[in-house]
């Protein structure tokens, strides 16, 4: 089992992340530098403003190290503007890791006092089915997807949450709030991903 697990803190509401995978049992290292990636098994990158996320991982040469991470397979859960970071095209921006097949917009539901909650269904296998408390602040939307893109949650007839292989999207703030469910989801994933992962690096000798 893994138990320490990154997240990105460079800008942004990183300490939530912490708190909520704390409560999963997992401890949240704060990655404020590249090289730190090496370390760990996965990686949160968290809300905020994309705009400066974008510049400070350009800034700290972040590119190619999140883009080694990403092809070795490494689970990344990026949650509102980590959402827009992973994106493969942001609507009228520049930038989009282009990670996950999904075309977003950022601030598409509108402005901060367009701010809203909606209890949404979860469609991940592990978890009780409740209904989920969905924090929407200034999100962006996802208006499109790949065909290997998997919903996982929908609000408003919306796409809001997404799984594309060892990559998790979120358009509102999981970390906010105590349903953990979403962090056990992410969680349970990068133990099973890092299982087949050593099971083929075993065949690969
Ligand atoms: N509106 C922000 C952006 O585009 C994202 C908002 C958020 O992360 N809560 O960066």
Do not use: W
């Amino acid at each position: 089992m893994v138990k320490r697990i990154g997240v990105l803190a460079l800008q942004g509401d990183f300490r939530e992340h912490i708190k909520a995978i704390g409560k999963c049992g997992v401890k949240g290292i704060d990655i404020r530098l590249p090289a730190q990636l090496d370390g760990i098994e996965a990686l949160i990158i968290p809300g905020g403003e994309s705009t400066t996320i974008n510049k400070l991982l350009i800034k700290y040469n972040f590119i190619n190290a999140l883009d080694r991470f990403n092809d070795m397979g490494k689970p990344i859960f990026g949650t509102c503007a980590g959402m827009i970071m992973l994106a493969k095209k942001v609507v009228g921006e520049e930038f989009g890791l282009g990670f996950i097949d999904a075309t977003v917009q950022r601030n598409a539901y509108g402005r901060q006092i367009d701010s809203f909650e909606e209890y949404i269904d979860l469609k991940l296998n592990n978890l009780k089915k409740d209904k989920f408390k969905a924090i929407f602040i200034r999100a962006p939307k996802i208006l499109e997807i790949g065909e290997n893109v998997e919903v996982l949650a929908k609000a408003k007839n919306e796409i809001v949450l997404a799984r594309q292989e060892n990559v998790i999207i979120s358009s509102f703030h999981p970390e906010l709030g105590n349903d953990i469910r979403i962090h056990e989801y992410f969680l349970s994933m990068v133990n099973n991903l890092k299982k087949k992962r050593e099971k083929e690096n075993v065949r690969a000798f």
